[in-house]
Protein backbone atom coordinates (compact mmCIF):
# COMPACT_ATOMS: atom_id res chain seq x y z
CA UNK A 1 0.00 0.00 0.00
CA UNK A 2 1.18 3.40 -0.64
CA UNK A 3 0.74 5.65 1.75
CA UNK A 4 -0.77 9.39 1.92
CA UNK A 5 2.62 11.88 2.29
CA UNK A 6 3.10 15.70 3.16
CA UNK A 7 6.83 16.32 2.08
CA UNK A 8 8.73 19.62 3.16
CA UNK A 9 11.54 19.89 1.37
CA UNK A 10 12.63 23.97 0.85
CA UNK A 11 16.39 22.85 0.47
CA UNK A 12 17.94 21.78 -2.89
CA UNK A 13 17.99 18.31 -3.00
CA UNK A 14 21.50 16.56 -3.62
CA UNK A 15 22.83 12.63 -3.19
CA UNK A 16 23.59 14.12 0.45
CA UNK A 17 20.46 14.92 1.50
CA UNK A 18 19.17 13.12 4.44
CA UNK A 19 15.43 11.84 3.85
CA UNK A 20 13.67 11.92 7.43
CA UNK A 21 10.58 9.80 7.70
CA UNK A 22 8.19 10.80 10.25
CA UNK A 23 5.55 7.81 11.86
CA UNK A 24 3.09 8.82 13.88
CA UNK A 25 1.54 6.84 16.70
CA UNK A 26 -1.72 5.10 17.26
CA UNK A 27 -5.18 7.13 16.24
CA UNK A 28 -2.51 10.10 15.20
CA UNK A 29 -1.83 11.73 11.88
CA UNK A 30 0.87 12.90 9.49
CA UNK A 31 -0.25 15.96 11.27
CA UNK A 32 0.78 14.68 14.45
CA UNK A 33 4.57 15.70 14.25
CA UNK A 34 4.34 18.58 11.62
CA UNK A 35 5.85 20.90 14.00
CA UNK A 36 8.52 18.37 14.41
CA UNK A 37 9.17 18.06 10.67
CA UNK A 38 8.97 21.70 9.82
CA UNK A 39 11.62 22.56 12.89
CA UNK A 40 14.22 19.74 11.03
CA UNK A 41 13.69 20.83 8.06
CA UNK A 42 14.59 24.27 9.20
CA UNK A 43 17.81 23.43 10.54
CA UNK A 44 19.20 20.46 8.24
CA UNK A 45 19.60 19.40 4.70
CA UNK A 46 17.07 17.24 4.39
CA UNK A 47 13.65 16.06 2.84
CA UNK A 48 10.89 15.77 5.41
CA UNK A 49 8.30 12.77 4.19
CA UNK A 50 5.26 12.77 6.97
CA UNK A 51 3.08 9.51 6.17
CA UNK A 52 -0.43 8.56 7.46
CA UNK A 53 -0.47 4.98 8.57
CA UNK A 54 -2.82 2.62 6.92
CA UNK A 55 -6.61 3.15 8.42
CA UNK A 56 -5.56 6.77 9.48
CA UNK A 57 -5.41 9.55 8.12
CA UNK A 58 -5.81 9.99 4.03
CA UNK A 59 -4.36 6.89 3.83
CA UNK A 60 -6.93 3.81 2.60
CA UNK A 61 -8.43 1.52 5.10
CA UNK A 62 -8.06 -2.48 5.44
CA UNK A 63 -8.67 -5.15 8.00
CA UNK A 64 -4.86 -6.54 7.79
CA UNK A 65 -2.92 -4.28 10.31
CA UNK A 66 0.70 -5.72 11.83
CA UNK A 67 4.12 -4.54 12.52
CA UNK A 68 4.96 -6.82 9.22
CA UNK A 69 1.91 -5.44 6.60
CA UNK A 70 2.93 -1.96 7.99
CA UNK A 71 6.93 -1.77 7.55
CA UNK A 72 5.99 -3.37 4.02
CA UNK A 73 3.72 0.28 3.49
CA UNK A 74 6.82 2.14 4.53
CA UNK A 75 8.65 0.43 1.98
CA UNK A 76 6.31 0.13 -1.17
CA UNK A 77 5.62 4.56 -0.28
CA UNK A 78 9.85 4.69 -0.48
CA UNK A 79 10.04 2.65 -3.64
CA UNK A 80 7.16 4.97 -4.77
CA UNK A 81 9.11 8.30 -3.80
CA UNK A 82 12.29 6.81 -5.16
CA UNK A 83 14.25 6.85 -1.79
CA UNK A 84 16.56 4.18 -1.34
CA UNK A 85 19.13 5.32 1.07
CA UNK A 86 19.96 8.22 3.84
CA UNK A 87 17.10 7.35 5.20
CA UNK A 88 16.40 8.92 8.71
CA UNK A 89 13.63 7.40 10.63
CA UNK A 90 11.23 8.98 13.08
CA UNK A 91 8.57 7.35 15.12
CA UNK A 92 6.12 7.97 17.85
CA UNK A 93 4.69 5.00 20.12
CA UNK A 94 3.35 2.48 17.41
CA UNK A 95 5.50 4.69 14.55
CA UNK A 96 8.00 4.34 16.82
CA UNK A 97 7.70 0.18 16.63
CA UNK A 98 7.35 0.69 13.04
CA UNK A 99 10.68 2.01 12.51
CA UNK A 100 12.07 -0.65 14.91
CA UNK A 101 10.54 -3.08 12.58
CA UNK A 102 11.95 -1.62 9.61
CA UNK A 103 15.56 -2.84 10.27
CA UNK A 104 14.31 -6.09 9.24
CA UNK A 105 13.79 -4.87 5.32
CA UNK A 106 15.87 -1.83 5.20
CA UNK A 107 18.58 -3.37 7.15
CA UNK A 108 21.25 -0.94 5.36
CA UNK A 109 19.57 1.77 4.29
CA UNK A 110 18.67 3.13 7.28
CA UNK A 111 21.45 5.59 8.88
CA UNK A 112 19.47 6.49 12.03
CA UNK A 113 16.82 5.98 14.17
CA UNK A 114 14.63 8.17 16.73
CA UNK A 115 12.07 6.19 18.84
CA UNK A 116 9.59 8.37 20.87
CA UNK A 117 8.47 6.33 24.22
CA UNK A 118 7.86 3.01 22.78
CA UNK A 119 9.83 -0.01 23.63
CA UNK A 120 10.43 -3.10 21.25
CA UNK A 121 8.28 -5.39 23.67
CA UNK A 122 4.54 -6.92 24.61
CA UNK A 123 2.19 -4.59 25.86
CA UNK A 124 -0.64 -5.20 27.64
CA UNK A 125 -2.06 -1.20 27.92
CA UNK A 126 -6.28 -1.30 27.90
CA UNK A 127 -7.52 0.86 25.18
CA UNK A 128 -10.85 -0.35 26.28
CA UNK A 129 -12.14 3.46 27.70
CA UNK A 130 -10.73 5.01 24.29
CA UNK A 131 -12.03 2.62 21.81
CA UNK A 132 -15.80 3.32 23.92
CA UNK A 133 -15.58 6.90 23.84
CA UNK A 134 -14.83 6.78 19.82
CA UNK A 135 -17.70 4.11 19.53
CA UNK A 136 -19.87 6.82 21.81
CA UNK A 137 -19.42 9.15 19.00
CA UNK A 138 -19.68 6.67 15.85
CA UNK A 139 -22.58 5.11 17.22
CA UNK A 140 -24.38 8.90 18.39
CA UNK A 141 -23.64 10.20 15.06
CA UNK A 142 -22.36 12.83 16.60
CA UNK A 143 -20.53 15.58 13.88
CA UNK A 144 -19.86 18.74 16.06
CA UNK A 145 -16.25 19.09 17.20
CA UNK A 146 -17.24 21.05 20.54
CA UNK A 147 -19.91 17.55 21.74
CA UNK A 148 -17.12 15.14 20.51
CA UNK A 149 -14.97 16.92 23.08
CA UNK A 150 -17.23 16.52 25.44
CA UNK A 151 -17.43 13.06 25.48
CA UNK A 152 -13.83 12.38 25.49
CA UNK A 153 -14.15 13.81 28.78
CA UNK A 154 -16.17 11.76 30.07
CA UNK A 155 -14.14 8.39 29.53
CA UNK A 156 -10.86 9.83 28.77
CA UNK A 157 -8.56 11.60 31.37
CA UNK A 158 -5.46 12.69 29.54
CA UNK A 159 -5.53 16.32 27.86
CA UNK A 160 -3.22 15.21 25.37
CA UNK A 161 -5.18 12.15 24.26
CA UNK A 162 -8.03 13.86 23.96
CA UNK A 163 -6.42 16.76 21.80
CA UNK A 164 -4.62 13.83 19.59
CA UNK A 165 -8.03 12.27 18.80
CA UNK A 166 -9.17 15.62 17.93
CA UNK A 167 -6.62 16.17 14.97
CA UNK A 168 -8.24 13.16 13.48
CA UNK A 169 -12.02 14.40 13.72
CA UNK A 170 -12.75 15.75 10.45
CA UNK A 171 -16.04 16.92 8.63
CA UNK A 172 -17.99 15.36 11.22
CA UNK A 173 -16.23 11.86 11.19
CA UNK A 174 -13.06 10.33 12.43
CA UNK A 175 -10.63 10.10 9.80
CA UNK A 176 -9.65 6.75 11.18
CA UNK A 177 -10.79 3.42 10.81
CA UNK A 178 -12.12 2.26 14.95
CA UNK A 179 -13.58 -1.11 13.79
CA UNK A 180 -10.07 -2.21 11.89
CA UNK A 181 -7.48 -0.68 14.42
CA UNK A 182 -9.82 -2.34 17.36
CA UNK A 183 -9.62 -5.86 15.22
CA UNK A 184 -6.08 -5.06 15.02
CA UNK A 185 -4.83 -4.13 18.51
CA UNK A 186 -3.74 -7.69 19.33
CA UNK A 187 -1.24 -6.98 16.93
CA UNK A 188 -0.06 -3.34 17.30
CA UNK A 189 0.41 -4.29 21.27
CA UNK A 190 2.32 -7.65 20.34
CA UNK A 191 5.88 -7.50 19.78
CA UNK A 192 8.39 -10.29 17.86
CA UNK A 193 12.00 -10.15 19.02
CA UNK A 194 14.29 -9.04 16.32
CA UNK A 195 17.44 -9.88 14.70
CA UNK A 196 20.14 -7.36 16.76
CA UNK A 197 20.57 -4.14 14.48
CA UNK A 198 24.11 -2.36 15.04
CA UNK A 199 23.01 0.87 13.84
CA UNK A 200 22.26 4.40 15.36
CA UNK A 201 19.09 4.59 17.76
CA UNK A 202 18.21 6.97 19.73
CA UNK A 203 15.38 6.09 22.86
CA UNK A 204 13.49 9.38 23.96
CA UNK A 205 11.55 8.85 26.95
CA UNK A 206 9.11 10.86 28.67
CA UNK A 207 9.96 10.95 32.89
CA UNK A 208 6.11 10.35 33.51
CA UNK A 209 5.31 7.60 31.15
CA UNK A 210 5.65 3.97 31.63
CA UNK A 211 6.37 2.60 27.81
CA UNK A 212 9.99 2.55 28.43
CA UNK A 213 10.53 1.29 31.53
CA UNK A 214 13.39 -0.14 32.76
CA UNK A 215 12.82 -3.74 32.93
CA UNK A 216 12.76 -3.27 29.34
CA UNK A 217 16.53 -2.38 28.91
CA UNK A 218 17.50 -5.72 28.33
CA UNK A 219 14.98 -6.07 25.47
CA UNK A 220 16.49 -2.47 24.06
CA UNK A 221 19.92 -3.64 24.06
CA UNK A 222 19.12 -7.08 22.81
CA UNK A 223 17.71 -6.12 19.83
CA UNK A 224 19.01 -2.67 19.80
CA UNK A 225 23.09 -2.99 21.18
CA UNK A 226 24.09 0.37 19.93
CA UNK A 227 21.22 2.07 21.53
CA UNK A 228 21.37 5.71 23.52
CA UNK A 229 18.13 6.25 26.02
CA UNK A 230 17.75 9.85 27.29
CA UNK A 231 14.95 10.94 29.80
CA UNK A 232 12.85 13.80 28.62
CA UNK A 233 12.32 15.54 32.10
CA UNK A 234 8.41 17.08 32.80
CA UNK A 235 6.94 14.93 30.13
CA UNK A 236 4.93 11.84 29.29
CA UNK A 237 3.86 9.83 26.74
CA UNK A 238 3.28 12.42 24.87
CA UNK A 239 6.55 14.17 25.11
CA UNK A 240 6.70 15.62 21.67
CA UNK A 241 4.23 17.67 22.91
CA UNK A 242 4.70 18.19 26.60
CA UNK A 243 8.55 19.18 26.58
CA UNK A 244 9.45 20.39 22.91
CA UNK A 245 12.14 22.47 23.58
CA UNK A 246 14.06 19.23 25.04
CA UNK A 247 12.47 16.77 22.56
CA UNK A 248 13.40 19.24 19.33
CA UNK A 249 17.33 19.59 20.62
CA UNK A 250 17.98 15.98 21.36
CA UNK A 251 16.49 14.92 17.90
CA UNK A 252 18.20 17.61 16.13
CA UNK A 253 21.66 16.96 18.23
CA UNK A 254 21.40 13.05 16.97
CA UNK A 255 20.77 13.44 13.52
CA UNK A 256 23.93 15.88 13.01
CA UNK A 257 26.23 13.47 14.94
Not at 7 to 36: P, R, V
Not at 62 to 71: A, D, G, L, R, T
Not at 80 to 109: C, Q, V
Request: with cysteine.
Amino acid sequence: MILDQLIINNNNSNEFQQNIILLHGLFGNKNSLLSLGTFLNEHLNCKIILLDLRNHGCSAHHPNMNYIIMSQDILDTLNFLNIYKNIIIIGHSIGGKIAMFLTTILYNSISKIIVLDIAPVCYNYSFKNIFFALEQVYIKNIVIKKQVSEIMKLYIHNKYIINMLLQSFYKGKWNFNIFFIKKAYKHISSWKILKPWVGNILFLKGMKSNYINHIYYNDIFRQFPNAIIFNIPNAGHFLHVENIDSVYKRILNFCLQ
